[in-house]
């Protein structure tokens, strides 16, 4: 099973990018639906977007409202997700998750991650993105 290691985040003024890192250890993500969400306390876990990489297709729920862009490596080790125009209500932990496509949809793979994240196998820990105005 694929270990995750989120990074990238920090403190940034409005307006400003990031982008994160989601990298693979223990595999690569071939075959992997990987996740990106996000947390702020008290509230529940927000789905932003999914790449999947048996068909290299992204599923976005897009609560950044187009200022999200998620990405992937060459070699299927490191997936991105860039983030612009940042707002303080974008203050959030961000994290990665993945799950196994082989055997599976990968779009039913990718709708089932955000409705049900909980029940995601793989996460990575969080990494704080702090919007300062």
């Known amino acids: 099973e694929v270990q995750l290691q989120a990074s990238g985040g920090g403190l940034v003024q409005a307006g400003g990018s990031l982008r994160l890192s989601c990298a693979a250890s223990g595999s690569t993500f071939d075959d992997y639906a990987i996740a990106w969400f996000r947390q702020t306390p008290g509230k529940d876990l927000e789905g932003i977007s999914a790449i999947t990489t048996s068909d290299m297709m992204v599923w976005s729920r897009d609560p950044l409202k187009g200022r999200s862009t998620v990405s992937i490596d060459a070699a299927k080790t490191t997936v991105y997700l860039r983030m612009i125009n940042l707002r303080p209500e974008d203050t959030a932990v961000y994290y990665c998750?993945?799950?196994?496509?082989?055997?599976?949809?990968?779009?039913?793979?990718?709708?089932?991650?955000?409705?049900?994240?909980?029940?995601?196998?793989?996460w990575g820990k969080g990494t704080q993105v702090t919007v300062s105005s």
């Open positions: 998750a993945a799950e196994t496509t082989i055997g599976r949809d990968p779009a039913i793979t990718a709708a089932t991650m955000f409705r049900v994240p909980n029940a995601i196998g793989s």
